[in-house]
């Protein structure tokens, strides 16, 4: 079982800026596929950003250019930073990690941009 919990959500103003980061109760993302995945009200979730165990890093079109995912194996950390957000980008924003055939979730972080 993992845990994994998400932290740098939040209100920033269209064109600001944020860092989500998330950390896992254990060792699993430096040998898995981990990302982000993000649902706005009323839509389907979708996925925002991931890495590969391989450090193959692939974005929604929507954000590419204004995103950046990263991973810090040894604090068992990932971390999405998002610039130039614009109000489309309010959603609440999920942490998951591919592990086999088992995928884990957090909880979410609301991030919220004001016009």
């Known amino acids: 079982q993992v845990q994994l919990v998400e932290s740098g959500g939040g209100l920033v103003q269209a064109g600001g800026s944020l860092r989500l980061s998330c950390a896992a109760s254990?060792?699993?993302?430096?040998?898995?596929?981990v990302g982000w995945y993000r649902q706005a009200p009323g839509k389907q979730r979708e996925l925002v950003a991931r890495?590969?165990?391989?450090?193959?890093?692939a974005y929604a079109d929507s954000m590419k250019g204004r995103v950046t995912i990263s991973r810090d194996n040894a604090k068992n950390t990932v971390d999405l930073q998002m610039n130039s957000l614009k109000p489309e980008d309010t959603a609440i924003y999920y942490c998951?990690?591919?592990?086999?055939?088992?995928?884990?979730w957090g909880q979410g972080t609301q991030v919220t941009v004001s016009s």
């Open positions: 890495i590969t165990s391989g450090s193959i890093t």
């Open positions: 254990r060792s699993i993302f430096s040998y898995n596929t």
């Open positions: 998951y990690v591919t592990a086999g055939s088992t995928t884990y």
